[in-house]
């Protein structure tokens, strides 16, 4: 069965510094990959996907088959990038499978 | 702005008793689901439709929880008898297809 690992639980960095907040898949096929976000007292939303290959709020994620990764980066940390990330993962006809999430802090 | 509705949003029980949820998902959103969350964990899901068909509920605890969508508009979530191990929140999501895109506020479930 497919798997998402988001190894750290909590991510504290100082506003202005990069940030990157890592997932994991175990998968060998061609996954979609996702990247979703909830701010405090907000809905579960979805921040970016990776066949679109967009940058959405300063943050990108690169889909890295040969390590298995799609890590979820931002050069600039703002404060209000504080809130919970979840990376997902879903195959072809599949279901959407959830990291356990990372809750990133963003310091003054 | 009209996004994802579920009601209510917070509910406390005794173990044994039933429970219902409500969802309306956006207007015109053909895909609707419905994910368990418990603390701690990423999103689960429980029941997927497209209109009024399931497309999957694997995950579905058949036995205790039940859902529909009459009309392939707004759905139901039901748990009869809840357990202990129910306390979550329910999340109620809907897209046009693919990936669940917008989700609601969810119902907070407490089962004592």
Known sequence: AQRVTQPEKLLSVFKGAPVELKCNYSYSGSPELFWYVQYSRQRLQLLLRHISRESIKGFTADLNKGETSFHLKKPFAQEEDSAMYYCALRLIYEKLVFGKGTKLTVNP | ?112
């Open chain 2, 1 to 112: 702005e009209a996004g994802v509705a579920q009601s209510p949003r917070y509910k406390i029980i005794e173990k044994r008793q039933s429970v219902a949820f409500w969802c309306n998902p956006i207007s015109g959103h053909a895909t609707l689901y419905w994910y368990q969350q418990i603390l701690g964990q990423g999103p689960k899901l429980l029941i997927q439709f497209q209109n009024n068909g399931v497309v999957d509920d694997s995950q579905l605890p058949k036995d205790r929880f039940s859902a529909e969508r009459l009309k392939g508009v707004d759905s139901t979530l039901k748990i009869q008898p809840a357990k202990l191990e129910d306390s979550a929140v329910y999340l109620c999501a809907s897209s046009l297809g693919g990936a669940p895109q917008y989700f609601g506020p969810g119902t907070r479930l407490l089962v004592l």
